[in-house]
């Protein structure tokens, strides 16, 4: 069975920077796509980045140029480097991997494996 264990969260000052990083365990097939998905307080879901199978990287329009998320093939782990963070990034993150058609990396509905969550807060 698949486990998925994020890392990283913590509390920081607006203008700050933390890197997530998610391993997944057991996950033995390499066509998985892998994103990051966070809630924040009172809102729905929502895809933040991913990298599909091609190792192609997509970001919401909220994160680009801000955050760049990347993976390590060899040990299946998937990070999320967040800098310039703004209050409104304040958020349970969550990492997911599944077997994602092409141009479908921001909805959930496609990720198979899902993470506990990881909080991220941040102060103005």
């Known amino acids: 069975q698949v486990r998925v264990r994020e890392s990283g969260g913590d509390s920081v000052q607006t203008g700050g920077s933390l890197r997530l990083s998610c391993k997944f365990s057991?996950?033995?097939?390499?066509?998985?796509?892998m994103g990051w998905f966070r809630r924040p307080p009172g809102k729905e879901r929502e895809g933040v980045a991913a990298v599909g199978v091609d190792g192609s990287a997509t970001y919401a329009d909220s994160v680009k140029g801000r955050f760049t998320v990347s993976k390590d093939n060899a040990e299946n782990i998937l990070y999320l480097q967040m800098d310039s963070l703004k209050p409104e990034d304040t958020a349970m993150y969550y990492c997911?991997?599944?077997?994602?058609?092409?141009?479908?990396?921001?909805?959930?509905?496609?990720?198979?494996?899902w993470g506990q969550g990881t909080q991220v807060t941040v102060s103005s």
């Open positions: 057991k996950l033995t097939d390499g066509n998985y796509c």
């Open positions: 997911a991997a599944g077997a994602v058609p092409a141009g479908l990396n921001a909805q959930a509905l496609w990720y198979d494996y």
